[in-house]
């Protein structure tokens, strides 16, 4: 396959996320996520909400302890690094690459593409301020902040909560990270601990050891339908005094794009290191080309 295939496998990883994944602007603008406690809002009359039903005392305890277990099985280690087996599903398409992953704790998350491990031709950099997507064969770049796309930054879908799915951890919306002080916020039923907020709700399925195995975030439209992300873990694996997921697989079901389209990602991580020893932010060459959203999504939906 030539390279100007392998890379745009790249930007097909970025688009949902670019251009909502689970909703259209305008919906999230007439429904945004609740702000936290804290932030400055203005003073309204809000309806008398009704009762809330009263759990147990006994099952409150335990929906506490599994949800601070979850918290405290997360991730330790401040760098993450491995080689990766990249692969993607859409449609009739079935691509697998060899890459490497680099994600360094509140600072950014990348995934190199490499085919048979050689030369880098494509790049999908996460950092708190940005999505940077990288052409190296055609020196092209796409670079777009969170707050040009009102689904990612009303609902919770930013860096961090990027950061929690990779990373297998929970997440609230709006918050850096997840105490036990914060267990409350949750609901627990079985196994399955939940978060809604507005017209999204996040469920997050664990197994016995208090290990998420399945993430999964849907948004339900009027105007456009049912969207979801479901997030797979396996191959735990023992890493700096955690359990990490070595195997990551996703899919995203999307109809932002005006017709249902749905995405499967796999990345498979090899061997887990706690490297340091590389930069967190791309510096993009002076001589590459900006390209802008329409004309990658264009391109894309011709694949």
């Known amino acids: 396959m030539k390279y100007s295939k392998k890379i745009a496998i790249v930007a097909w990883v970025a688009l949902p996320l670019l251009m909502g994944a689970c909703g259209s602007r305008k919906a999230v603008t007439d429904n945004p996520v609740t702000p936290q406690q804290g932030t400055a809002t203005t003073a309204t009359t809000t309806p008398t909400a009704p009762a809330t039903p009263t759990v147990p005392a006994a099952d409150k305890a335990a929906h506490l302890a599994l949800v601070r277990k979850v918290i405290d099985n997360a991730a330790k280690a401040q760098n993450i690094v491995s080689s990766i087996d990249f692969n ?57 902040s969170y707050d040009q796309v009102s689904f990612l930054k009303n609902n919770g879908i930013d860096f961090y909560a990027l950061q929690s799915l990779f990373w297998n951890q929970l997440f609230e919306p709006g918050t850096r990270t997840v105490t036990s ?27 016995d050891e208090g290990l998420i195995s399945q993430t999964t975030a849907s948004y339900d439209s009027s105007s456009k339908g049912t969207s979801s992300l479901q997030w797979k873990y396996s191959d735990f694996k023992p890493f700096v005094s955690k359990m990490f997921p070595t195997n990551q697989s996703f899919s995203i079901q999307t109809s932002a794009t005006g017709s249902q389209k749905k995405i499967d990602v796999t990345i498979d991580m090899k061997k887990l290191k706690t490297d340091s020893d590389w930069e967190a932010t791309t510096k993009v060459p002076a001589k590459y080309t900006p390209v802008n959203l329409k004309d990658v999504i264009n391109k894309i939906l011709k694949l």
């Open 88 to 144: 993607i599903k859409s449609g009739k398409k079935d691509i697998t690459v060899d890459g490497k992953i680099c994600m360094r704790r509140d600072e950014v998350i990348r995934i190199q593409l490499s085919p048979m491990g050689l030369v880098e031709v494509g790049r999908l950099e996460f950092t708190r301020d940005s999505v940077l997507i990288m052409d190296r064969m055609h020196k092209q770049y796409l670079k777009s």
């Open 181 to 207: 002080g914060q267990a409350e916020a949750f609901e627990v039923e079985g196994n399955d601990i939940s978060l809604a907020r507005g017209k999204m709700k996040y469920t997050w399925s664990t197994n």
